[in-house]
């Protein structure tokens, strides 16, 4: 999807020529269909003036969940999305949201308001030095404040959102509020034309791509693993995994780009693959703690061929043996037009690893069928999650699917079908699943909308199901309720046993009552048969939500690979333990 100038309504255009007038006049010309926020008084002169010239605005019941809606909006646009968040405790609500679509790389521009300018210093209601807050977390952080800074302001903070010199992430102004509601001669209506929305391109020399052409050929087991960068790059990098013969893996930044069932897709191999690589390309992708860092503990024999438009997207953590430095797309193409086929693959690893992948899946799906329940009773989380797949696959559209939560994300990775599309990403923030799904059914009315949530997770941003019903979106949301904060839990009875319980039970919670009581249509499910007709009256009554009591008793995929005991060199005991290996060989030998 591609946002385009809106043309402004004639009314709009007769009014009188503030601040805030240019601000509403220079997102609609920049394309911006709606924006998202929680009312204040400081912002309403920007609020009036956005929705006069059309944009929709969004209101939600926390300024958090308005800006995981923009980051949503962003994800799958592919376009800069806006929050608009009131002053000072506003803005600090704002915060979590602000990191987590930092972390994530997405460009989201966020607008907030100051004090009147006489009162700064002063001790003002709500006044908070909010750019100095948030500079750490934005790309651009700062203060409009005189009419004249107001277009330069805001066409560098469209290009520091979209990742014009530095990679993608948020961007935040404010005005004080005299600035915001005083008229303008410096940014008329007629004058303001939008921000830019073409990166500049950025071309690969021919001795990257010949380098780069050279190691794939010598390689023999190579494997791609993509990321942000390779986000608008989706048709080369098909092409370039037919011509390669590579493998391939995902990552939450670019998880979609690839069918589920593309031959050189293998998730449930992650680590046999990237342990047997010999070749590693990474394409648009930081290597962070969800990739060992790069290190040789989790990569023993590999070259990396790095593919990037920016710096941490070549050199960060592991310089790349080539470098790429180039729109990832362009540099795709042009490879995929070389001669880069292996000239002695091993087509026996290569074949074994996509049969292994195959037969991993099925067993799981299997074990699933033929696992209901866990120890206490309970649904099990992976027999809740076969269900919504053989639900999901019936549906006319493919279904967009978001998960949330510790224990229940873990399993949700392994076991849905397709991947989800969003989920708590690498900042891991919990609670992003309501507003990323009301976000996403919004922008998509004709397609199922599913977030599967884990209960403590969905604590965060419950109040949003009332956001769903009165702005018509009609996701459903599928709460996984172990009553606990499970990963938490495990651990405790594990390691703690002093007080196992402590703080990590959230019994008696009912959350189809919740839903009920805000005009939802809601169900509680505790059996595996009533999963199945629930889930289709759900989607037949979205916006919906179906509490299911699931199983405490069983560890999930990250519990069992130690994520809760937080080694000290990696995120998980294996690469920890690998890493420890090889620092010991080093010393020795």
């Given at each position: 999807m591609t946002y385009a100038p809106r043309s402004l309504p004639a009314e709009f255009l007769r009014r009188p020529h503030s601040v805030a007038h240019a601000v509403a006049t220079f997102l609609a010309r920049s394309g911006v269909l709606r924006i998202y926020g929680l009312t204040g008084s400081h912002i309403k002169p920007l609020w009036d003036e956005a929705t006069?010239?059309?944009?929709?605005?969004?209101?939600?019941?926390?300024?958090?969940?308005?800006?995981?809606?923009?980051?949503?909006?962003?994800?799958?646009?592919?376009?800069?999305?806006?929050?608009?968040?009131?002053?000072?405790?506003?803005?600090a609500n704002a915060v979590p949201g602000i990191a987590a679509a930092h972390q994530a790389r997405v460009p989201v521009l966020?607008?907030?308001?100051?004090?009147?300018?006489?009162?700064?210093?002063?001790?003002?209601?709500?006044?908070?030095?909010?750019?100095?807050?948030?500079?750490?977390?934005?790309?651009?952080?700062?203060?409009?404040?005189?009419?004249?800074q107001l277009l330069p302001f805001l066409q560098a903070s469209f290009e520091a959102a979209v990742g014009a010199e530095a990679p993608p992430g948020p961007a935040f102004l404010d005005f004080p509020t005299d600035v915001l509601r005083g008229e303008t001669t410096w940014s008329r209506a007629e004058q303001i034309s939008g921000a830019p929305r073409a990166?500049?391109?950025?071309?690969?020399?021919?001795?990257?791509?010949?380098?780069?052409?050279?190691?794939?050929?010598?390689?023999?087991?190579?494997?791609?693993?993509?990321?942000?960068?390779?986000?608008?790059?989706?048709?080369a990098l098909s092409r370039f995994l037919a011509t390669s013969g590579a493998l391939y893996l995902d990552t939450p930044e670019s998880r979609g780009l690839v069918?589920?069932?593309?031959?050189?897709?293998?998730?449930?191999?992650?680590?046999a693959v990237m342990g047997g690589a010999d070749t590693v390309i990474t394409v648009g992708r930081r290597l962070d703690f969800a990739l060992a860092y790069g290190s040789n503990a989790a990569f023993p024999a590999a070259t990396f061929i790095r593919i990037g438009r920016h710096g941490e997207e070549l050199t960060a953590n592991r310089v790349g043996d080539v470098q790429v430095h180039a729109d990832t797309g362009r540099a795709l193409e042009l490879l995929a037009a070389s001669d880069i086929a292996p000239d002695?693959?091993?087509?026996?690893?290569?074949?074994?690893?996509?049969?292994?992948?195959?037969?991993?899946?099925?067993?799981?799906?299997?074990?699933?069928?033929?696992?209901?329940?866990?120890?206490?009773?309970?649904?099990?989380?992976?027999?809740?999650?076969?269900?919504?797949?053989?639900?999901?696959?019936?549906?006319?559209?493919?279904?967009?699917?978001?998960?949330?939560?510790?224990?229940?994300?873990?399993?949700?990775r392994v076991g849905l079908t397709p991947p989800p599309r969003l989920d708590t990403g690498?900042?891991?923030?919990?609670?992003?699943?309501?507003?990323?799904?009301?976000?996403?059914?919004?922008?998509?009315?004709?397609?199922?909308?599913?977030?599967?949530i884990g209960d403590g997770a969905f604590g965060f941003n419950a109040m949003e199901l009332d956001t769903a019903r009165r702005t018509g979106a009609r996701p459903i949301f599928v709460i996984s309720n172990n009553s606990a904060w499970n990963i938490e839990r495990l651990d405790h009875v594990a390691n703690y046993t002093a007080n196992p319980r402590f703080n990590?039970?959230?019994?008696?919670?009912?959350?189809?009552?919740?839903?009920?009581?805000?005009?939802?249509?809601?169900?509680?499910?505790?059996?595996?048969?009533?999963?199945?007709?629930?889930?289709?009256?759900?989607?037949?009554?979205?916006?919906?939500?179906?509490?299911?009591?699931?199983?405490?008793?069983?560890?999930?995929?990250?519990?069992?690979?130690?994520?809760?005991?937080?080694?000290?060199?990696?995120?998980?005991?294996?690469?920890?333990?690998?890493e420890r290996a090889l620092h010991t060989r080093q010393e020795e030998g």
């Open positions: 006069r010239a059309g944009l929709r605005v969004i209101d939600v019941r926390h300024e958090a969940a308005a800006v995981h809606m923009a980051q949503a909006d962003a994800e799958l646009t592919g376009e800069p999305a806006v929050a608009v968040v009131t002053t000072g405790p506003g803005l966020i607008l907030s308001a100051l004090p009147p300018s006489a009162q700064l210093g002063l001790g003002a209601l709500e006044e908070l030095d909010q750019a100095g807050l948030v500079r750490s977390i934005t790309r651009l952080a700062g203060t409009v404040r005189h009419p004249r990166l500049r391109p950025i071309a690969p020399t021919p001795e990257a791509i010949d380098a780069a052409a050279a190691a794939i050929r010598t390689s023999r087991r190579p494997v791609v693993i993509s990321g942000r960068g390779a986000r608008a790059a989706q048709p069918a589920d069932d593309h031959p050189a897709y293998v998730p449930a191999m992650r680590s002695a693959p091993d087509t026996g690893w290569l074949q074994d690893i996509r049969d292994r992948n195959a037969r991993r899946r099925k067993r799981w799906a299997d074990r699933a069928r033929a696992e209901p329940t866990g120890p206490d009773g309970a649904i099990h989380p992976n027999a809740l999650i076969s269900v919504i797949n053989e639900t999901l696959a019936g549906a006319d559209q493919a279904p967009i699917v978001i998960a949330d939560g510790g224990d229940t994300l873990s399993f949700a690498t900042f891991g923030l919990l609670g992003v699943g309501v507003p990323f799904a009301i976000a996403a059914s919004l922008l998509h009315p004709d397609r199922t909308v599913l977030a599967l990590t039970e959230l019994p008696g919670c009912r959350y189809d009552q919740l839903a009920r009581s805000l005009g939802m249509h809601a169900q509680r499910v505790t059996s595996l048969d009533r999963l199945a007709p629930a889930l289709h009256e759900a989607i037949a009554h979205a916006p919906s939500l179906i509490d299911v009591r699931t199983s405490g008793e069983i560890p999930s995929p990250d519990f069992t690979a130690g994520l809760a005991d937080l080694p000290d060199l990696h995120v998980v005991r294996g690469w920890d333990d690998a």
